[in-house]
């Protein structure tokens, strides 16, 4: 492994409603060593994984498919919907003035918000949801790893992981 930045796809598998409405992401990871990278970028639809993450990826043909967490980097990731492209670009303005970086496309309304652990995720957490209507603009857990989140919270979170995180 000579590169230093390898996509590590992550096998999805969508709900009821078709979500997500792909198979598969695709997400740069940085070689540590030992089929071990950290993740480098936001997922778009992967739960239970965050920038600055550690995954193990094993090998499958041309592709390097993520079996699990193996240290979390202490960044949240949220996916916020927005109808209205204004809306959607006041709202990627304002997080990242609580210094959030989000990444978004242009075509889609939902876009990702990377929070790193320095960020005051309470004071994010509570500008969404002043904001959120649940129909034109609404937000959700990816991956939660900032402190004071409620358990249940937190447990709901883990519950909808796309691959196990593994506490030892």
Not at 126 to 141: F, K, P, Q, R
């Amino acid at each position: 492994m000579t590169d230093i930045f390898h996509k590590i796809v992550f096998e999805l598998t969508p709900d009821e409603d078709d979500y997500p409405p792909v198979s598969s992401e695709s997400i740069w990871g940085v070689f540590k060593g030992e089929q071990t990278y950290e993740i480098d970028n936001t997922p778009y639809y992967v739960y239970g994984v965050s920038k600055g993450d550690w995954v193990l990826a094993r090998p499958d043909g041309e592709e390097l498919i993520a079996a699990r967490v193996v240290k979390q980097g202490g960044h949240s990731t949220i996916r916020v919907f927005a109808s209205n492209s204004n809306d959607k670009s006041k709202i990627i303005a304002r997080l990242q003035l609580f210094g959030a970086s989000c990444s978004s496309n242009q075509e889609l309304s939902l876009f990702s918000v990377d929070i790193p652990a320095g960020c005051d995720f309470s004071e994010i957490d509570s500008y969404l949801a002043s904001i959120a209507d649940g129909e034109n603009i609404a937000y959700e857990d990816a991956c939660l790893q900032h402190p004071k989140i409620s358990q249940a919270r937190l447990g709901e979170c883990l519950s909808l992981s796309s691959i196990p995180l593994m506490t030892h």
